[in-house]
């Protein structure tokens, strides 16, 4: 197995995805931390969670109406926030991580879906190692690199942040250290359902149509399900973008533990679906 | 006695309702160069793909390295395969495939990537990328990656697909070299019989997932070679007065035939020999076919 990572690793510092994958991170760092927006290219609306991390909206700003604030250049914006005290931009960027789906979808595709696309999957099933050592080792080998991402990202945007905006909107080093450790079960769910579509859907076009659009279409059911059920406005916590944005803040014991249970079911359910949809599979 | 690499008993695989494996068995020994002929879409590539672990099997077993199919581990290092297309990161070079695949095996010693490269004649494109190579190459490839890490056991589906006919006659004798050398078991699928005929040493024909027959090459030859059939009331008596003629170079099939081996016997010759010692034979005709004939005359069901 752990040759099996190793080869992945030989293979990914050698493709274009991963590149292309970094660059698209540091495009979102650039744009959050330059633009003082949090969310760049976020998908989904903003969130009304409670993260104590400020509001981002200082005097100047609070007597300015709807209007004056969006006739307000980028340059005049940056000055008027860069004034604020009582925020922390890193922090809000790392409520906003879900944007790292995207950069996760690369890993996925270029580790699994490449290998099923190219049929080179038969090769190593035939002649070096087992189904399952094989599933588990990508499985492993995708969680490792999305968790060296997220942390790339998070101290690129840090160091980033502190470059461009000053102090002023920066937390402590290892506040984002925390947030980012406490972010992992989340963003290791993302990679198992991800990794698990791997394995479903094989052939990297299918993968594409079902993993872009997924986040998207299952708030929209989550909501659709909310309204339709009358869930209270509490089981939505529980939906990985706002646990995201709920674990930068100051959550309960209780929440880390609740969303915590919720990652484990989501790796567990997507890494089963994703393993008995290959362990029987003809590989073409 | 010789020792078994591949059995397989009553092995079925089947898609619904189609039958693409019907009950096949099939022995390859050590040191076999072992040829699995067939039309395509025969079962030949299903074979190989149940045994390589790619597809389950839908009915009956195997045995590889005497150890079940579904018990096999390490023992899948032994094995050297390519099946169907040679599948290849197109974004990587041949030299960094071949690495690609020898870290996962845990090969340490690079000089063996080398050497496959070498053997297949594709050193001096090592570090050409894959998406750039001609389907020759790419073949080629494909079998390198087969011959790395000293496999007891290759298994090739369609290797000469693609190759030139001196590529072919290149590939033919290092297989042989190798079987002879290094005492490797070579599983090769065609539908091309007489190139299969010039590599290998025993046959399986296969037809709609069913052994039509499994036999060795001096078999073959024997089956194809001219020769004169008698179709005869008594073949015991018909075989003891070719005895007493001084002819032993013929054969009895099936009991109810004999085929005799004799350049200098004319047909009609060797119907008075036996009808005047009250031999009642019903025709002696000229027989022997050509290997194409054979195959698809067993095809066919003309011959059993």
């Given amino acids: ?284 | 006695m010789r020792e078994t690499i591949l059995q397989t008993r009553r092995l079925s695989k089947s898609y619904g309702s189609f039958k693409a494996l019907d009950n096949v068995d099939m022995t390859v020994y050590k040191g076999d160069i072992y040829g699995l002929i067939g039309r395509n879409g025969a079962g030949k590539t299903t074979i190989m793909k149940i045994v390589t672990g790619l597809a389950e099997k839908s009915g009956g077993e195997f045995e590889l390295f005497s150890k079940r199919g579904e018990e096999l581990g390490d023992e899948k290092r032994r094995i050297g395969c390519l099946i169907e297309n040679p599948a290849f990161f197109g974004g990587l070079t041949a030299r960094q495939n071949l690495n690609y695949y020898a870290i996962q095996k845990g090969i340490t010693d690079k000089r063996q990537i080398d050497r496959a490269l070498e053997l297949v004649n594709l050193t001096d494109v090592g570090n050409k990328k894959f998406r750039k190579f001609s389907l020759g190459m790419k073949q080629r490839l494909g079998i390198a990656f087969a011959l790395m890490d000293n496999p007891d056991f290759i298994i090739l589906d369609e290797p000469i697909n693609g190759l030139d006919p001196i590529g072919i006659r290149e590939l033919r004798d290092t297989f042989q070299r190798l079987n002879a050398e290094e005492e490797i078991t070579f599983l090769i699928s065609s539908h091309i019989l007489s190139e299969l005929y010039m590599t290998a040493n025993r046959f399986l024909i296969i037809d709609k997932g069913r052994v039509l027959k499994e036999l060795t090459k001096e078999e073959l030859d024997l089956a194809c070679m001219r020769c004169l059939a008698v179709q005869a009331g008594d073949v015991k008596q018909a075989a003891v007065i070719l005895e007493q003629k001084g002819i032993s170079n013929y054969k009895v099939i099936d009991g109810q035939e004999l085929r005799v081996y004799d350049d200098s016997m004319k047909p009609e010759r060797l119907n008075r020999l036996l009808v005047e010692r009250g031999v009642d034979v019903s025709a002696v005709f000229e027989a022997g076919i050509s290997l194409e004939d054979y195959f698809t005359s067993l095809v066919n069901g003309k011959l059993e």
């Fill in chain 1, 1 to 284: 197995m752990l040759n099996m990572i190793k080869a992945d690793f030989y293979r990914i510092v050698r493709s274009k995805a991963i590149y292309i994958a970094a660059v698209m991170m540091l495009a979102m760092i650039t744009v959050s931390v330059y633009f003082v927006e949090p969310g760049s290219i976020s998908v989904g609306v903003d969130f009304s969670v409670d993260n104590g991390m400020g509001s981002g909206i200082n005097d100047e700003m609070a007597e300015m109406d709807y209007e004056q604030l969006n006739a307000l250049s980028t340059k005049e914006f940056r000055e008027l926030m860069l004034k604020t005290t009582d925020y922390s931009l890193d922090r809000d960027i790392l409520a906003h991580n879900m944007n790292m789906y995207y950069v996760f979808i690369f890993i996925a595709a270029v580790a699994v879906a490449a290998d099923f696309s190219g049929s080179c999957v038969k090769n190593t099933l035939s002649s070096a190692i087992s189904r399952k050592k094989y599933f588990l080792s990508k499985l492993v080998f995708v969680m490792l690199v999305c968790a060296v991402m997220l942390f790339l990202n998070t101290y690129l945007m840090y160091f980033g942040n502190l470059l461009f905006n000053g102090s002023n909107l920066a937390s402590d080093i290892w506040c984002v250290t925390r947030i980012t450790l406490m972010q992992l079960p989340p963003m290791l769910a993302l990679a198992s359902i991800l990794t698990g579509f791997a394995f479903i859907f094989k052939r990297m076009a299918s993968f594409n149509a079902v993993v872009i659009p997924f986040v998207m279409v299952v708030q929209l059911v989550l909501n659709f399900l909310a309204f339709l059920l009358k869930l209270p406005e509490k089981t939505m916590q529980y939906e990985l973008q706002t646990m995201l944005a709920m674990l930068a803040g100051k959550p309960s014991a209780s929440y880390i533990l609740q969303s915590y249970a919720v990652c484990a079911v989501i790796i567990l359910a997507f890494t089963a679906a994703g393993w008995f949809s290959f362990c029987k599979a003809e590989i073409k």
